[in-house]
C-alpha cells in the first residue's frame, strides 16, 4: 500500500533537464519557458501552519485525539461501517474540522498564482478541507482525490443534502438525515472513507502526470495508492521537485529530482525569491488570509524552524565533543600504556580519575558534553537527571491518561508533522 524504496541518484551523475538539482535552477527552467504544464501534488502537510493537525503525529495528530471518543480505532471514525452504526464521532469531528474553521497556508497561495500566471496543469490533492478552494484555485484545477467537505449527499439513495443545512447539522455536531421523506438515510460529506472507491474524476485524470513538464509533490508521504503512484507517472527527464520534511516515494532517484527537505511554507518562499515571484505571493496571500493569521502563521512557522536548528544545533554540538572525548581517549590509552607498560597497577584510577565504561570520558567531565561550558551531572547527559528510568515510567502514566481525558483540541502551536503531512485516507 504505501511507498516503495528507491536509492538516490548519484550526485556526480548531472541532471538532463535542469541545469543543476537545485531550486534555483527549477526557477530558472520556469522562468525559461520549460514548465508550461506544472502539475502539483498536496498532502497534509501543506495545511498544518493553518493550524489543521496531520493523523498520525505523536500526541499532536488526529488519531491520537481521538482517543476520548472510545472508539474501537482512532481509524474507526473515517470507516464507513462504523459511520453507519454511528456517525456521532464523525461529526465531533467535523465540527472542529469543517471549512470555514481555517485559512490557506502561503503553499495553497503558490499553487493558486501558478494558476494565474497559466502554468497550473492540475492539482492533485489528498487533503479534504478545501484549503485550495479558498486560496483561489479554480475548481475545474482541482482533482480532491479523497473528497472534500464541498458537497455531501444520503449515502443510501445518493440524494444531494442542502449546503445551508449541513452548515448547521455540522455546526451543532449532528449527523443529518437524507431530504428525501422516503430514504431516510444518513447524510454524509463526500469524502472518500474507507471501504469506499475514489472518486471517479480521479481515476478519468490519473494520466494527466504524464502530461506534465514539471512536476511538484508537497507536503506528502506517499503512503497510499494509488495516489502515492502519481509522482512516478511523470516521464524520464521531467524534472520534480519535493517540498516535504522527509524524503518520500521514488523522489531523488532521477537525475532532474530536486529535493528541499523541510516545512513546505519555507520551500515555497524560497522557490518564489528564486522565481521574482515573493512580493506578489506575499501580497496576494495577506490579502486572502488578513495580516492577523498571516502573523499567526509566520509565527508558527519561525517558531517550529527555529526549534528545528537548534535541535540540529544540539545534535552537532553532541557529536563534536563525542568525537573530541573519543580522539583525547585514545590519545591517554596510548600515553598511560606507554608510561605503565610492565607494571601491575591501573593507570587511570591510579591519577584519581574514575571514567565512564563505554565512552571512556571522565566522569567529572561528562556534564559537559552537553550544553557548552555548563556542567551537569553525568546522569544529565541523557536528559534522565540522574533518576531511575523505572520511577521516572511511573510518573509519567499519569500524565498519559489524564491527555486522554482531554477533550479534541485543535493546537495552532504544535509541532510540523514528523513526515512533511504524513497523509492517510482521508487526509487533512
Same mark, same amino acid.
Given at each position: ?18 541545469? =543543476? ?35 498520525? +503525529? ?16 482512532? &481509524? ?82 445518493? !440524494? ?50 504524464? !502530461? ?7 507536503? !506528502? ?15 524520464? /527527464? ?13 523522489? /531523488? ?12 511554507? !519555507? ?14 505571493? &506575499? ?83 561528562? /556534564? ?9 551531572? =553525568?546522569?544529565?547527559? =541523557? ?34 508533522? +514528523? ?10
Amino acid at each position: 500500500m504505501g511507498q516503495e524504496s528507491s536509492s538516490l541518484v548519484d550526485p556526480d551523475v548531472a541532471p538532463e533537464t535542469l541545469s =543543476a538539482r537545485t531550486l534555483d535552477a527549477v526557477a530558472q527552467f520556469i522562468k525559461d519557458g520549460g514548465a508550461k504544464n506544472i502539475v502539483v501534488m498536496t498532502g497534509a502537510g501543506i495545511s498544518t501552519a493553518a493550524g489543521i493537525p496531520d493523523f498520525r +503525529s505523536p500526541k499532536t495528530g488526529l488519531y491520537h485525539n481521538l482517543a476520548r471518543l472510545n472508539l474501537p480505532h482512532p &481509524e474507526a471514525v473515517f470507516e464507513i461501517d462504523f459511520f453507519r452504526k454511528n456517525p456521532v464521532p464523525f461529526y465531533l469531528l467535523a465540527k472542529e474540522l469543517y471549512p470555514g474553521n481555517f485559512y490557506p497556508t502561503i503553499s495553497h497561495v503558490f499553487i493558486a498564482l501558478l494558476a494565474k500566471k497559466k502554468l497550473l496543469r492540475m492539482l492533485f490533492t489528498q487533503n479534504i478541507d478545501c484549503l485550495e478552494r479558498a486560496a483561489g484555485v479554480p475548481a475545474d484545477r482541482i482533482i480532491e482525490a479523497h473528497g472534500s467537505f464541498a458537497t455531501q449527499r444520503c449515502i443510501e439513495c445518493r !440524494t444531494p443534502f442542502p449546503d445551508d443545512l449541513m452548515k448547521e447539522y455540522v455546526k451543532r455536531g449532528e449527523a443529518p438525515h437524507c431530504v428525501s421523506k422516503t430514504c431516510n438515510g444518513l447524510v454524509k460529506p463526500d469524502i472518500v472513507f474507507f471501504g469506499e472507491q475514489l472518486p471517479a474524476v480521479f481515476h478519468s485524470n490519473v494520466s494527466i502526470p504524464s !502530461t506534465a513538464d514539471l512536476v511538484l509533490v508537497m507536503g !506528502t508521504s506517499l503512503m497510499v495508492q494509488p495516489f502515492a503512484g502519481l509522482p512516478s507517472r511523470a516521464r524520464d /527527464g521531467v524534472p520534480r521537485l519535493l517540498f516535504n520534511l522527509d524524503r518520500v516515494g521514488d523522489l /531523488g532517484s532521477r537525475v532532474d529530482d530536486v529535493l528541499e527537505l523541510g516545512d513546505c511554507d !519555507t520551500g515555497v518562499r524560497k522557490l518564489a525569491d528564486a522565481l521574482g515571484w515573493r512580493d506578489e505571493l &506575499e501580497a496576494m496571500w495577506r490579502g486572502i488570509v488578513g495580516e492577523k493569521e498571516a502573523e499567526r502563521q509566520l509565527s508558527k512557522t519561525q517558531k517550529e524552524a527555529a526549534i528545528n536548528k537548534e535541535l540540529d544545533d544540539i545534535v552537532d554540538d553532541i557529536s563534536n565533543k563525542l568525537d573530541i572525548s573519543e580522539g583525547g581517549k585514545a590519545e591517554m590509552e596510548a600515553n598511560t600504556g606507554t608510561q605503565d607498560r610492565g607494571s601491575d597497577r591501573t593507570p587511570h584510577k591510579s591519577r584519581g580519575h574514575s571514567f565512564d565504561s563505554k565512552t571512556g570520558t571522565p566522569t567529572a567531565y561528562a /556534564g559537559k558534553l552537553v550544553g557548552g561550558s555548563s556542567t551537569c551531572p =553525568a546522569g544529565d547527559v =541523557a536528559g534522565t537527571g540522574g533518576a531511575d528510568p523505572a520511577q521516572s515510567s511511573k510518573e509519567e502514566k499519569p500524565e498519559v491518561k489524564e491527555h486522554i481525558k482531554n477533550p479534541i483540541t485543535i493546537d495552532h502551536s504544535t509541532e510540523v508533522e +514528523s513526515k512533511g503531512g504524513n497523509d492517510d485516507k482521508p487526509a487533512l
